[in-house]
Each structure stands twice: as structure tokens, then as C-alpha cells.
């Protein structure tokens, strides 16, 4: 047969596409989403295409056959000049499809049809688009992009890990969920996936149901373009051209009304805005602005991914704009308006939106916005948003007019608006997903060698407080708890990990840092909260395991350093402390004491903590390689960027 012939009508049934063997062009009926295409093996003419295979061509059934790998799906829109159409597929391994008349071919190939790519095994990058024969095909077999895996490794990996060997249209890039061809949409030019709810207003330019492409690939002209095409085919009227046959006298046509000015333009509302702080160190500054979102960076901060990531192009994008994570509808972000500080807002659907908006001038661009606590509407786009969990703003603690007032019933809303979405979030996570990683919980430390002798300094001494060992107490200053031995003092306030701890607390799962740790009372600074347990490993043993969780590449740290020569890991065995998350201003602090012979690591309140707050603590990581930071999801103002 000649090259497959992917066919726009996708209503048609198979019946309908058969086509007898002595007609001049063979098509294959149209493919469901997401499963390979019917064979299209060749066909000699004047024989019927339904004969009977050869018993030799038989494959024999054994018990235990591996299933056969799935044809690679082709992409819907041309790959030259993305537009939709009857398309002829590459039958070499690849998922480009092209129009005959894009490729200039007067009439189809006699054989199945293989693109110059397949031919000279050189393949664009999916993420550089330069061409090399070093590009690898993702490990998908339904998938047909090629890639660098250098490249792989640079983008962005919030949600998507490259060890895994698919690229990253394979996860949506909203909800970082696996997503398959039927219910996903995905960037023609760039390795960027959404489920069907997962898909942000702005950012992208829809090409048909399954493909779109980002409005960072394009130039204003190309954008104009794209726009125009959508319009026409918005207005497009198929039944307008249909002959009347009837004998029924024609009436006349009715004057067509004057056509309204079309509110959606090219032209943004409002002028593009950048941060005057760096996203990572939150330090002003000399700053390198994203085209796509108010963030900036200082240029010492940038490390070398995003430098390679942004190489190949004439703009300079974060990392949120390259691996598409975008604010969608219903979620809570901070908006900026004229002189007005940033303001919490929430991002409403078109059905939400009043008639009246949406016949408002506005960008493709720009979505509308709901303003909390004055519930006014504006239209926005992501040049002037930031994500809820970006900026961490407090309550004006004098509000002197009516403004500051409707601020901070708007900060109150948005906390707890955003803390229902994150429990809604949760919910609609798989169940395999709603409960915390397995792990053998401890009453005390585990020992997997011999236990640390203490130094002669950190040996307690004999009690002589009157009153409650306090602070000028000469065991509480060198950080060693008293014991009865000791201490003879009954109002003895100085043995607190020995008692053990009350105090209430729950897990909570976080979008952005996985699961925390939250306080069900209030906690008075100084107050001892828990202890952190775990299992006590040599330097060596500590070490080892560093190097398992590396090559594993975990997002998640566990490891303590308890003296010069022995580390406390908290990965397999652990009590509660285990889940509480780094921050680089904790409500918690980490100190090491001597109790009863043994080195034991508490953690104590630094200030006053409110109810239903997670409970936070400085990592003080150390970081030996510098290509490999852990971005700092803390989101607090003193946030250094980096964990380490």
C-alpha cells in the first residue's frame, strides 16, 4: 500500500474509509487516540485485500508471550506547518505527520512512507531542536520524539524524573500524574503535557483536540497568525454552501447584521511586570527577567540547567514557563495592579466570568481574575501573577483605612481558600498516593553499631539548683539533661526528652513539598516539642547510604550529622519527626543534648507557634555538588533559594 493517510474526519466509520484495490489512492480508516494503526501492509492489485494469511506466516501461541509493542502514534497536526489536514505518517519510527503538499509530492509513494529524518537516522532535539545523530527515542513505544539526553537532564524536575527513561510528555505538567495519549494534550514543539482538567488558560494556542503549541515558541506574527486561523475555523459555517434541491419557492436572504468587533486581540491589557527581588536568595539586585512570568533571578543564582535550557533561544524563560507549569482555573495566586501591593486573587473559568467581561477587551493572552476580599474583576495574565505559595505576605497589623482592611480579610480568605484546594487535591490523588511512604516507627534510636561514648565535657554534673533547673543551671548550659542520680531537686524542670512529649500533632499533605508535619495546640517558644529519631550509623555506613539515595535520585533528605564520626538517618526507621520539612525560617530548632549516656537530638519551639501551623526546622544541608542544589520550597521571605 502507499504512505498511511491520517483523514480529518474523524467521525467517519471504517466502513465508510475501505476502499476497493483497483482505485487509484489506498487510505487506512482513522485510528482511535492513543492505539497503533491499523497495518498497512502492501496490497497487489487485483487481489482482495481481506485474503488469508500463509500458514507460514502464522507466528506459533506460546504460554508466557510477551505482548507485542505498540506502534508508535503519530502526531495529528502537520509537523511543518502545524495545521490539520488529510496527512501523510512516517512509517520509520518517528511521529511526524505532513501534508503531500508540504512536502511537495505530487502523487503518494508506492511503499510506506519514510520521512528524511528516518532516512538519514538524524533527529531533531524535542527540547533544543538542533539535529544530531545522538538523539535517543523515548522509551515509550507509543511515543516518537528524540532527545538529548543531556537535554533531559536540564528540564525542569518538579515533576518529571529522567531516570525513568520517558521523556516528559508522558506526565502532566499541572499535576505531575502519568497521562496517556487518549485523555492528554500535548506541545507540538516542546515535551510539555496536560490532562484534559489539568490545562492552563493562557500559555498555549489549541492546534485540534490533542495538540497545541506554546506561546513562547512563537513570535508576535506567528501568534497573529494562529489566532486568525482559530477565528476562521471558529466561524467557519459548513452548511452555508449547501444546495436547496426542494421545489419550495427560495426567500430571500436576510441582511446580515453588522459583525460585533471581536473583544479577543493579541494586544495585552496591561504592560509586562517583573519581581525587583531574585526568586532564589530574595535579594534585589542586577536581575535576569522571565518573558513569561514577573519572576527574576540574579545571574550568579541561575545554575548551569537553566543556562542550557535558555541557550538555544532569543528570550529568557524560568523554570515554571519551560516545563509548563502554569496557573489553571480555580487556583489562588497573588495579582498586581497599579500602585496596589500584590493582592490575593483567584482565577475564574469563562463560565464563571459575567457577560460583561468577557465582552471586555481583552488578550489571548489574559484570564480573568477575582479579587478577594473587594471581589472585583480584572483581567490578567501570567506576567502579573505569582503563585500563592511565591510570596509569603502577612496581615497589616494597624490597617489605617478601609483598603489595608479589605487586604487583610484578604489574606485570611486566600489562606483559607487555598488550604481547602490543597485538601481537594489530595482527595482526587490515586489512592496509592493519600498515604505517607512506609517506615518502622521507633520509640527510641536504633543503633546499627556501637553506641557513641561521650566526651568527658558533655558528662553531667552533680545538681545544686534550689529552685527548677532553669537556664543558669550548669547542665542546661552545657546541653546534658539531669537524672535522678544526680539531681535531687523534685521541681527538676531539666528532663524533658527523659518525659517525652504531648503534644498533639497530624500529617498533612503539601503539593509543593510532599508530606509535612502540623501542631493540633498552641506551642510556647522554648518549648520542647519532640524528639528526632532514626537510626545510628557509622561515617562510613552514613556515607554509603548518601551515595544509594544519589544514584536513586531522592528528593527527600533524612540524614543527621550527630557527632564527627556517626550520623542519624531517619529514611527506614523513625518517629513522626521524620515528615517535618526544611525551612530557611523555621518555627523549630534542632539541638543536640546528652541524656543518660546517650547523644539524643530534640527539637525546640524558636517562637511562639498558632494552632494548625506546620512545624519547620532549618536542614542546614551541605551541599557538595553544586549542579545538583535542592530548590527551597519554603516560600518564606528569608527564603535563601537552595537547601544547602
Not at 102 to 122: A, H, N, R
Not at 245 to 259: F, H, I, L, N, V
Not at 530 to 548: A, F, H, V
Amino acid at each position: 500500500g502507499r504512505g498511511r493517510i491520517i483523514l480529518t474526519d474523524r467521525s467517519m466509520d471504517s466502513s465508510e474509509a475501505d476502499i476497493s484495490s483497483s482505485s487509484e489512492e489506498e487510505v487506512v480508516a482513522p485510528r482511535k487516540r492513543g492505539r497503533p494503526p491499523k497495518s498497512s501492509s502492501p496490497r497487489s492489485k487485483g487481489k482482495s485485500s481481506k485474503s488469508k494469511p500463509s500458514k507460514s506466516s502464522k507466528s506459533p501461541k506460546t504460554k508466557g508471550s510477551q505482548k507485542k509493542k505498540e506502534q508508535v502514534v503519530n502526531e495529528d497536526t502537520c509537523s511543518i506547518c502545524e495545521k490539520v489536514g488529510d496527512l501523510l505518517c512516517c512509517d520509520g519510527g518517528c511521529s511526524r505527520s505532513m501534508h503531500p503538499a508540504c512536502l511537495k509530492l505530487e502523487d503518494l509513494p508506492e511503499d510506506d512512507y519514510i520521512c528524511s529524518y528516518c532516512t538519514d537516522d538524524k533527529h531533531p532535539c524535542g527540547i533544543c531542536a538542533s539535529f544530531g545523530s545522538e538523539t535517543v527515542k523515548c522509551s515509550a513505544d507509543s511515543c516518537g520524539r528524540f532527545y538529548h539526553p543531556k537535554c533531559l537532564e536540564c528540564w525542569p524536575k518538579d515533576n518529571y524524573d529522567h531516570q525513568e527513561g520517558q521523556c516528559p510528555l508522558h506526565v502532566c505538567a499541572t499535576c505531575g500524574h502519568d497521562c496517556d495519549w487518549k485523555s492528554s494534550t500535548r506541545c507540538s514543539r516542546c515535551p510539555v503535557a496536560y490532562h484534559e482538567n489539568c490545562i492552563p488558560p493562557t500559555g498555549l494556542i489549541q492546534l485540534e483536540p490533542h495538540t497545541f503549541v506554546c506561546t513562547r515558541h512563537l513570535t508576535p506574527n506567528e501568534l497573529a497568525e494562529k489566532l486568525k486561523d482559530q477565528s476562521a475555523t471558529a466561524n467557519d459555517d459548513p452548511a452555508s454552501g449547501d444546495e436547496d434541491d426542494s421545489d419550495e419557492p427560495k426567500k430571500k436572504p436576510k441582511k446580515r447584521k453588522k459583525a460585533k468587533k471581536n473583544p479577543i486581540t493579541t494586544k495585552m491589557s496591561y504592560s509586562k511586570l517583573n519581581a525587583d527581588w531574585c526568586a532564589v536568595c530574595n535579594e534585589d539586585g542586577k536581575l535576569v527577567c522571565c518573558d513569561g512570568c514577573p519572576v527574576a533571578i540574579h545571574e550568579k543564582c541561575i545554575d548551569t540547567y537553566l543556562q542550557k535550557l535558555n541557550k538555544a533561544s532569543n528570550s529568557w524563560y524560568c523554570y515554571n514557563c519551560i516545563g509548563g507549569c502554569r496557573p489553571i482555573v480555580g487556583d489562588i495566586v497573588w495579582g498586581k495592579m497599579g500602585h496596589h501591593p500584590w493582592w490575593p486573587a483567584i482565577i475564574l473559568s469563562e463560565e464563571e466570568c459575567p457577560e460583561s467581561m468577557l465582552k471586555r477587551q481583552h488578550s489571548v493572552e489574559e484570564f480573568c481574575v477575582q479579587f478577594l476580599g473587594t471581589y472585583e474583576l480584572s483581567w490578567f495574565s501570567n506576567w502579573r501573577v505569582l503563585p500563592f505559595k511565591g510570596l509569603a505576605l502577612t496581615p497589616i497589623a494597624n490597617p489605617a483605612n478601609k483598603t489595608e482592611e479589605a487586604f487583610n480579610v484578604a489574606i485570611k480568605e486566600a489562606g483559607r481558600e487555598f488550604e481547602a484546594r490543597e485538601v481537594q487535591k489530595f482527595k482526587s490523588l490515586p489512592k496509592s498516593s493519600q498515604k505517607p511512604p512506609p517506615y518502622r516507627k521507633l520509640k527510641k534510636n536504633s543503633y546499627e553499631c556501637a553506641k557513641p561514648k561521650i566526651s568527658e565535657i558533655d558528662e553531667p554534673e552533680i545538681c545544686a539548683c534550689r529552685s527548677d533547673c532553669s537556664e543558669q543551671c550548669f547542665n542546661v548550659i552545657s546541653y546534658v539533661e539531669c537524672t535522678e542520680e544526680l539531681c535531687k531537686n523534685k521541681k527538676c524542670s531539666n528532663r524533658r526528652m527523659q518525659k517525652g512529649s504531648n503534644i498533639k500533632t497530624e500529617l498533612v499533605y503539601t503539593s509543593d513539598k510532599g508530606w509535612g508535619l502540623r501542631t493540633l495546640e498552641k506551642i510556647r517558644k522554648g518549648q520542647f516539642v519532640m524528639e528526632y529519631m532514626g537510626e545510628i550509623l557509622t561515617k562510613s555506613q552514613g556515607e554509603k547510604r548518601l551515595r544509594e539515595a544519589k544514584d536513586k535520585d531522592s528528593r527527600h533528605h533524612y540524614m543527621v550529622v550527630l557527632t564527627s564520626s556517626h550520623y542519624l538517618d531517619a529514611r527506614l526507621k523513625a518517629n513522626e519527626a521524620r515528615f517535618i520539612n526544611h525551612s530557611c525560617d523555621p518555627n523549630l530548632q534542632m539541638q543536640k543534648w546528652t541524656v543518660k549516656g546517650e547523644y539524643k537530638l530534640g527539637l525546640y519551639a524558636t517562637r511562639d507557634i498558632p494552632k494548625s501551623s506546620e512545624l519547620t526546622f532549618d536542614y542546614q544541608f551541605k551541599n557538595t555538588d553544586e549542579k545538583n542544589k535542592k530548590m527551597c520550597q519554603c516560600g518564606s521571605l528569608k527564603c535563601r533559594g537552595f537547601i544547602g
